[in-house]
């Protein structure tokens, strides 16, 4: 017997029984976008290893440890990892944002090779805004507000909070940088060797560490508000601003940095508690040097990703009240001679006059009994029964297999108005 073939580890199916609640969350997504009048761009999943070198950072764990990079003859490509990179790449590319705003977002597959554990796999999903061309923290609350939307549509809002920071200008950063390290080194003997390897390439990474004693040690941290620039910082107060009279509440983390390079000013994060250690839901901020560094002309940026592995979750976990809809609305049951002619053309004609209703052909064969069967395993509303005698009769009997009631026999051609009262 030949060696039966796996999934590779941390790349996942998603069983027939998992898909509806996956599509329910993504219409979540795509209604709650449409209404703030975003549009969708998709991008390729293989882009050139220079532009995530280039936009996330030679020294951040991603272009370090985690891509999935290979050669295509003389080229090095990679999969891509994030989505904000590629965006920025094809805005560029194709001309999207000169002298001009763009409101834009995506929904697909990434890879990081990383120890998969639950809710952080090797291939997962995101879905990404990326907003170009404003400058203001109008915008930055504008992503905020649509996001706590979101959270209400899901039915989740109860469960996530917002963590606002803001990290200022990169050379805000650079005073503070030195000013931090200069700190961290009376607490070398607390890092483990990432942590002092972190010290000396990224230190403000540091600051989100998981390390127990050194999180206690950072308490005494400078904090980098203080060494904020006067427009980070009024850019900072205007977007706390509009988030109070928004209703909207946050709490502000001084150690929420983020872990790529290109962010600048406004970060974010939500997060929650009911996932254990996988805390953060969705997160983001401002980019404003990004569509530069990687060769377009000067545009503001600002955008978020949140997991849709993750948030499939914890809706999962805190959302009892999910429709669940039925995979079948209305089976198709026949047999006899003629019967197959018969129930293919009525299920068409259902098909093409009634498109919302989820009509299935048994195809398989065999009695009345082994197609009711079927019928109730895939969880049908009701049959529609074509025998030798309803043929001759041009009659259909339908039996109702969820609600009880009794069976009915009616005539063929009064089959599409009979279904407006049964849907």
Not at 174 to 194: H, K, P, W
Not at 407 to 421: C, F, G, S
């Amino acid at each position: 017997m030949a060696k039966t073939i796996q999934a590779i580890r941390g790349m996942n199916d998603c069983a027939p029984t998992e898909t509806p609640l996956w599509q329910w969350v993504e219409s979540k997504v795509r209604g709650v976008l449409a209404n703030y009048g975003y549009s969708e761009v998709r991008m390729p999943i293989v882009e050139s290893t220079p532009l995530f070198a280039r936009a996330i950072g030679e020294v951040t764990d991603v272009v370090s440890k985690e891509m999935y990079t290979f050669w295509d003859n003389d080229e090095q490509l990679t999969l891509r990892p994030e989505g904000t990179a590629g965006c920025v790449r094809a805005a560029i590319e194709r001309g999207w944002i000169y002298n001009n705003e763009q409101r834009l977002w995506y929904m697909g597959p990434m890879f990081r090779h990383e120890r998969p554990q639950k809710g952080r796999y090797r291939q997962f999903h995101q879905a990404g805004v990326e907003i170009f061309g404003i400058p203001n923290a109008e915008v930055d609350a504008e992503l905020i507000i649509l996001t706590a939307r979101l959270w209400k549509a899901l039915g989740i809002d109860q469960h996530v909070s917002l963590q606002l920071n803001s990290i200022g200008s990169l050379e805000a950063r650079a005073n503070y940088r030195s000013v931090l390290v200069e700190f961290l080194q009376q607490y070398t003997d607390l890092m483990n060797d990432e942590e002092k390897e972190r010290l000396v390439k990224n230190p403000l990474r540091i600051l989100d560490t998981k390390n127990e004693a050194l999180q206690d040690a950072l308490n005494g941290a400078p904090k980098l508000l203080d060494y904020l620039d006067d427009d980070s910082r009024e850019h900072f107060a205007q977007l706390c601003s509009l988030l109070d009279a928004m209703n909207i509440r946050y709490e502000i983390n001084p150690k929420l940095v983020r872990g790529l390079d290109y962010y600048n000013k406004t970060v974010f994060e939500w997060v929650t508690s009911a996932l254990g250690a996988q805390g953060t839901v969705c997160g983001g901020g401002r980019y404003d040097g990004l569509v530069e560094q990687l060769g377009g002309h000067a545009s503001p940026g600002v955008g978020f990703a949140m997991g849709l592995e993750r948030l499939v979750l914890l809706v999962q976990e805190v959302n009892h009240n999910i429709p669940v809809e039925n995979a079948v609305d209305i089976y198709m049951v026949y047999q006899g001679e003629g019967t197959t002619v018969a129930a293919f053309k009525l299920a068409e004609q259902i098909r093409s006059e009634q498109p919302q209703l989820r009509v299935m052909l048994h195809c398989s064969g065999g009695n009345f009994k082994k197609q009711f069967k079927r019928a109730d395993k895939v969880g049908a509303k009701i049959a529609l029964v074509i025998g030798e005698s309803e043929l001759q009769n041009n009659q259909v009997v339908v039996k109702h297999l969820l609600s009880g009631a009794d069976q009915q026999t009616i005539a063929l051609d009064n089959v599409i108005e009979h279904l407006k009262t049964e849907f």
